[in-house]
């Protein structure tokens, strides 16, 4: 889009005849704010019509400065008493910004004498900085197109590559677990039934560490963050001491000890505060703490003592039963980087933590299942309960939750206990990322049908070259907004040409006068 000057020239000089006023409705100056923010009112003029709307326009540059307040009124005028004066006006400036001078000339004319028609008087300079403004608008409305295209692109690609990384980093370790068992991941085996055994073994750990990708996990945070926001709102309200005493019993219920004095007092700053991220950390903890007793296979308060568990913790020096200093040794030490890494074969230590979670059958924890995945997985919003039994003395999901209350809206019993959480549910769930479904990556890492090492390099290579394709989709777009934006430099030179040709032959006419 470019504003010829030429096109700008041959509207100025359209035979604009004398006109007689006559009786109009007149918008006096004073009801006029005084700072120029656009024509008058036109912030609650809708572009198309003129019918009332509030505008979202906002412009960092200053294009209204050589508009007079009178200007203004007399463009508002224009607007007020003439139906339809503003889409003619949108029509000249459209045929300006398309370089028809032609066109652009009829239009004005015919706007012109519409204006004569309907007893006003003809401002040309004011007309004139109208197109430009309207020419202006355009051009911003364009760069900020492209503005969001290129934004668009560039969090595509860091999504691609992110994903692309995971596959990666899964890759080397299949190559670890593999060389642990006496295998090499670049180099299978030619031998049938050790070859049998290679890809059962790859077969096996791609199914047990099967995780969910980073975008969507960040997806699941923006759509469940309302709903964790009002119960930990829900809990600051409840007695600090209900709170604790629900923790404690969930412990109890499974493992025969209580929270240790350490984490009670985490989780009492924690709702103190009333700060959401300082409560999912104390609740945190309460989940690292289960899974440390689950691992060391701690039943009636005693190391070892599950039925089918083993205790291959390292405890710390004079800790003969489960407390925070030997939980903190169990987190931080490397002799316990083993331990952390998986759970008992034997099923106890999986057992014992499945009860105290209340998980159900859709979680699978097995013998390769590490620490850090079943804190993962019982802070997830999907197995979350036992998080909300304690904070709320509601033992439902975070999911369940959300489910509720978007499906049955303000009858939902949360809404009615919560006023305001079904808009704020809404409005979140709205914002939910649909970016990676666009771009085609999976939920997990890997992707649910990779179960060999050809997959799995396919995918790799899948996913590299969608990066790639990305990248230059990006750079494509950047192209374009660089030209947008070389355009609408060009649009506020012409403006200011205009304007400063305008006052030129503004003072040229008071000097005849003088």
Request: charged share 25%.
């Amino acid at each position: 889009m470019r504003i010829e000057g030429q096109n700008l020239q041959a509207i100025q000089q359209v035979n604009v005849a004398k006109v007689e006023k006559k009786e109009v409705k007149q918008l006096s100056t004073s009801m006029i704010e005084k700072k120029a923010t656009g024509f008058a009112a036109a912030d609650k003029l809708d572009k198309s019509s003129g019918a009332a709307v509030s505008s979202t326009v906002t412009n960092n540059v200053n294009i209204e400065s050589n508009v007079s307040v009178e200007q203004n009124v007399y463009i508002t005028n224009v607007f007020v008493n003439i139906p339809g004066s503003h889409s003619m006006l949108r029509d000249v400036s459209g045929a300006v910004t398309a370089g028809n001078a032609q066109v652009a000339c009829g239009k004005f004319e015919s706007f012109v004498k519409d204006i004569h028609d309907n007893g006003m008087p003809v401002d040309v300079n004011a007309l004139v900085q109208q197109v430009l403004r309207e020419s202006y608008l355009d051009t911003t409305e364009d760069l900020k197109f492209y503005a969001d295209k290129v934004k668009y692109f560039n969090e595509a690609k860091k999504m691609t590559r992110q994903y692309v990384q995971d596959l990666r980093d899964f890759k080397t370790g299949l190559s670890t677990f593999m060389k642990d068992n006496d295998f090499c991941l670049s180099d299978p085996p030619s031998d049938k039934a050790q070859l049998a055994k290679f890809n059962e073994l790859v077969e096996t750990y791609c199914a047990q560490h099967i995780g969910t990708a980073k975008h969507a996990t960040g997806n699941i945070n923006v759509q469940y963050a309302a709903v964790t926001s009002m119960v930990n709102d829900i809990a600051k309200h409840q007695a600090i001491g209900d709170v604790l005493n629900r923790g404690d019993k969930m412990i109890k219920d499974t493992f025969g000890c209580g929270l240790p004095q350490e984490i009670k007092d985490h989780i009492k700053t924690a709702l103190t505060s009333g700060n959401d991220e300082v409560i999912n950390a104390a609740m945190k903890e309460v989940a690292q703490y289960v899974s440390y007793l689950g691992d060391a296979a701690v039943k009636d308060g005693k190391f070892g003592k599950a039925s089918n568990g083993i205790d291959d913790v390292s405890h710390k020096k004079g800790c003969s039963s489960p407390c925070y200093e030997d939980f903190q040794y169990y987190m931080t030490s490397d002799s316990n980087k083993s331990a952390r890494s998986n759970l008992s074969c034997t099923g106890g230590d999986q057992a014992q933590i499945m009860k105290a979670f209340g998980f159900d059958s859709s979680v699978n924890l097995t013998t390769y299942t590490s620490f850090d995945k079943v804190v993962e997985t019982a802070m997830s919003p999907l197995h979350d309960a036992w998080k909300n039994e304690v904070l709320i003395g509601q033992e439902k999901t975070t999911d369940a939750i959300y489910q509720d209350i978007m499906k049955n809206g303000n009858s939902s019993e949360w809404a009615k206990a919560y006023p305001g959480i079904v808009q704020k549910v809404v409005e979140n769930s709205t914002q939910n990322n649909q970016m990676a479904d666009d771009i085609g990556l999976p939920s997990t890492i890997p992707p649910t049908d990779v179960t060999t090492v050809e997959e799995l390099d396919n995918a790799i290579t899948k996913f590299e070259e969608k990066l790639s394709t990305i990248g230059d989709d990006a750079q494509l777009a950047n192209t374009d907004l660089q030209n947008i934006l070389q355009k609408q430099q060009q649009t506020l030179q012409m403006m200011s040409n205009i304007s400063k040709m305008l006052s030129d032959t503004a003072l040229a006419v008071i000097r005849k006068i003088g």
